[in-house]
């Protein structure tokens, strides 16, 4: 039987218990060119709170009674007549949150060689490093000795985009929760410096840290980190859009960023990005980071639960901070 | 002697006459190098409030006490040993809300052969005119054909944004406040449609005449205007940051757009401009634009009001849109 994870309400606020339905489904018989997976592992990111949503999006909400999207990765239990994958591939993919999934492959990604731990390729080497990666060189459009921020930074996304410009030469400041994921950004992660938000004055850090102010910042929260944030940004400075955690769960309409017009003063630039856009380059990206993992020039941290029944208690560890790395939900058994 | 307004508070909400100090000042003699210019036009701009507050921005704040700033048009009277300028030379320059100014010409420029009326030198041929031409332009990247939507679309700056566009091949969109402003912007200038924000929904109006979303968005206005387009751009869509005339004289906090998530769904990239910036491209602008106006493919329309004594009530005319084309201030008697 396969444990699904199926979305029955469109969750208002922080998404409830009564929001999800577990389902035990039979493993159907595999179509011609299909192959099975049995997954061993979900990603669990922030995007996943925006496809719960009944808006238009740079990609459709998930339908209510239908298996939740997710991230995963899971290795190939049988193959009907499909000669890109082999029984015993590794592979990753949008599996959604269930144990197993049948697909004609479209999408999935093999892990030829994989010469770092497994669950690395859910976090540095999967859709959250594919986005730092592509964010920061490209959308960012770092260039060597700038000046960064980066909220989130003991993220998934953000441990990696401030990595990134530590390898260019950057000087780089994160912005995180509480003392001892500063403590991590800063002596695990090389980073220059981290302000503790939930503690300290974001604005009074900004100004200590960054009294130039700063050329990219990599925002991952939105709110008023954003603000604090823009009316620091340096001539010519991009802001990446990348995500909005504060604003997720707001029962309220978004917070817009009120010093916007500091785009206008500084000749700043703000934009958007969605990594799926990337694709065709994953392959290039995921080589240079696991050589930089493999040289030690970086380093991947992953928290890993277990059972698919504890998706929504797990989920909430995304938005209340109380996880220490990559979030990733071992669901095989 | 010299009539001139100066900035003796900084006011809160709309100026009131008591910002304002009419001074009459002696007119010093020249120094070596320095030259003396009669004003006859001051350009009104939105841009001048911010220039009443004491904030960091593209340019310091006018102090107390002194004149206050504006764009000017004059005739140079005396000239002293400066042999980039002659006794009759019409010139543009920032020469502040007085009657004549001593200058050692610097930032001034000559009208050398006047092809057109000499207001148009304030608004199409002048900052609003540069403004227009570079951020629709440049900051705008626009490409023939594509859909565009500006607001302030009968001022000084959106109306010819709008005219560039449609010499561009592309579909324009105004957005005005009243009936008289949306007909003279379609049936004199030749956009395709103006949506009438004091009468109708702007998200409706948007919907009809963008069916399939906007690829630029050209920003005078900020606010829930600003909002509207954000919720209805194409993928990788520009927004040009130009002003936000909705919110200069808040005394609340400026309203950031709430929308601004839609730039990462579509990709989007917002930016600010300062018109300075291209200070030395205005001479290439200016050529093609009188060519336009010559051609008869752009139209100029200016509103010239009379007095220095009447500076606060007509500069009001640019926040309660009381004014039929570029504001100007006739200050010479």
């Known amino acids: 039987m396969n444990k699904q994870i199926l979305l029955v309400n469109r969750p208002v606020g922080l998404p409830k ?26 990603s669990l990111d922030p995007a996943m709170r925006g496809w719960m949503r009944d808006v238009r999006s740079y990609i459709p909400p998930v339908g209510l009674g239908e298996v939740m999207r997710a991230g995963t990765l899971g290795r190939v239990l049988k193959v009907n007549n499909n000669p890109k994958f082999k029984v015993g591939d590794i592979v990753t993919g949008i599996g959604g949150v269930q144990q197993f999934t049948v697909t004609n492959g479209k999408g999935y990604l093999k892990i030829e060689s994989a010469q770092r731990p ?7 080497l999967g859709m959250p490093g594919m986005t730092a990666y592509f964010g920061i060189l490209e959308v960012g459009e770092l260039k060597d000795g700038e000046v960064v921020v980066v909220s989130g930074a003991a993220g998934a996304v953000g441990s990696v985009v401030g990595q990134i410009a530590k390898i260019k030469g950057c000087k780089v400041i994160g912005i995180a929760g509480g003392k001892d994921k500063c403590d991590y950004v800063v002596n695990e992660l090389g980073f220059d410096a981290c302000i503790d938000y939930k503690n300290d004055n974001v604005a009074a850090g900004l100004k200590e840290h960054c009294p130039k102010g700063m050329d990219v910042y990599f925002d991952n929260v939105g709110g008023d980190i954003l603000d604090a944030c823009l009316a620091r940004i340096s001539m010519h400075a991009r802001i990446v859009i990348c995500g909005a955690i504060s604003q997720y769960n707001n029962e309220t309409p978004v917070k817009g960023p009120s010093n916007y017009m500091s785009l206008l003063v500084n000749r700043g630039t703000m934009r958007g990005m969605v990594v799926f856009d990337y694709a065709a380059r994953y392959h290039e990206a995921r080589v240079q980071m696991e050589q930089w993992l493999n040289e030690g020039k970086m380093k991947s941290k992953e928290d890993v639960y277990e059972g698919i029944e504890n998706f929504n208690e797990t989920l909430h560890r995304l938005f209340n901070g109380d996880k220490n790395g990559k979030l990733i939900l071992k669901v095989s058994e």
């Open 17 to 42: 218990d009564s929001d999800w339905k577990l389902n035990k489904a039979e493993i159907p018989e595999l179509q011609e060119g299909e192959i099975l997976i049995e997954q061993d592992y979900l």
């Open 118 to 124: 497994l669950t690395e390729y859910l976090g540095t």
